[in-house]
């Protein structure tokens, strides 16, 4: 009879490759000061952004194929190795079919099944915690699990408000069966629906479909509480990163980096504190590419192991928040 182990799985899943892509086109603060009541040094001082790509033509899908293949050429595969792809987002190319079916057409994988998960900003978070926990249970070897948005297709360029904020990127990893003391160790995950009307996109579902009215009303844009949301993401990205490190027995010095989602600089710090880690130990690219939502996080796994900052047997406490409320923390043993 096979064991359990800690995570009630059958074996442990790791990180086994990490790939990203970002669109060429650059939006400076500059930009957005031509045209509206802001300046470079609001939105650097208030959020640590200064640019963010953007995608002029195509779709999430085309982000997520490109960073799929630079995963899947890591990693030495071909897409026919793929079992399953699991597309993190919440700018699907369409409300259905899923764009992971789309990605899999693209990308011409052939022995595979796939869906969507929207959580929002913390979509990469439950999806690594979804895809981890069907590698443990022994059900895939292979799965493909993609965080990726085209936030330009939301966004209102008129409102200084959330225009500065978002950018478009997509970030891949591959998941496989990894060495006991390697890969997905601890998650601690939450949500909490009483924060949905804090940011939101209102049109466009089932409670407000898409009418005439609805556009002329701007309810297909993100709306965000700025200041509400930023004051609940502080605690929870910060008491959740503290409270995976603790649970593991794990202080600052055995953590070789936080991996936060990128909303803004301030929340980072907050939580960088509290686990009383230094600067150095914080992947932070919020400057170059903004708030990329499912992207943030697998973009900064593959351009820090690109980098070669990230060695086997690394800690990492991979954490966010975002619209819904989601948030939560998973830790991480690097596994290659
Ligand atoms: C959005 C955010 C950057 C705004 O920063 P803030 O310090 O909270 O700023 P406030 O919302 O309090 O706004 C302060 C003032 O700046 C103004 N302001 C907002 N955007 C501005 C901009 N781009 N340029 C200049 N002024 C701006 C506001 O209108 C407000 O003016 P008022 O006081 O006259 O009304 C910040 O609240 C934030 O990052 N929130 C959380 C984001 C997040 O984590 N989201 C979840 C994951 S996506």
């Not at 022995?111 to 999806?127: H, P, V, Y």
């Not at 690219?285 to 796994?301: E, H, Q």
């Not at 900052?309 to 819904?324: C, H, P, Y």
Request: proline share 3%; glycine share 10%.
């Amino acid at each position: 009879m096979q064991t359990q182990n800690k995570r009630g799985g059958l074996r442990h899943a790791g990180i086994t490759a990490v790939g990203h892509w970002t669109p060429d086109e650059v939006l400076d603060n500059k930009y957005f000061e031509s045209y509206l009541d802001t300046s470079d040094e609001w939105i650097v001082t208030r959020t640590g952004i200064r640019e963010r790509r953007i995608l002029r033509n195509g779709a999430t899908s085309d982000m997520a194929v490109n960073a799929a293949k630079l995963a899947l050429e890591r990693r030495g595969w071909t897409p026919n190795d793929i079992q399953l792809i699991i597309c993190c987002t919440v700018t699907p190319d369409m409300p259905f079919p899923p764009t992971a079916c789309i990605i899999q057409d693209k990308l011409d994988a052939k022995n595979c099944w796939g869906f969507d998960i929207n959580a929002a900003c913390s979509g990469f978070l439950f999806g690594l915690e979804t895809a981890s926990r069907l590698v443990e249970s022994g059900g895939y070897d292979r799965v493909l699990l993609i965080g990726a948005d085209k936030m330009s297709a939301i966004v209102n360029y008129q409102d200084r408000n959330t225009s500065i904020l978002f950018g478009d990127a997509a970030g891949a990893v591959i998941l496989e069966p990894v060495p006991e003391e390697y890969g997905i160790l601890d998650s601690h995950l939450k949500v909490d629906g009483t924060g949905r009307e804090f940011l939101y996109m209102k049109g466009g579902g089932s409670l407000n479909p898409a009418t005439a009215e609805t556009v002329a009303k701007g309810m297909h844009y993100i709306y965000q509480d700025g200041k509400t949301v930023f004051k609940r993401a502080v605690v929870e990205m910060a008491e959740s990163s503290a409270h995976i490190m603790e649970r593991n027995g794990l202080t600052a010095d055995d953590i070789s980096f936080l991996v936060p989602h990128q909303a803004n600089l301030r929340i980072l710090d907050a939580a960088r504190e509290r686990m009383g880690l230094s600067k150095d130990k914080v992947m932070i690219n919020i400057d170059r590419y903004g708030n990329t939502t499912d992207a943030t996080i697998p973009m900064c796994l593959s351009e820090w192991w690109a980098d070669g900052k990230i060695k086997k047997g690394d800690n990492l406490v991979l954490s966010s928040f975002g619209a819904g409320y989601t948030w939560g923390a998973i830790l991480v043993r690097w596994a290659y």
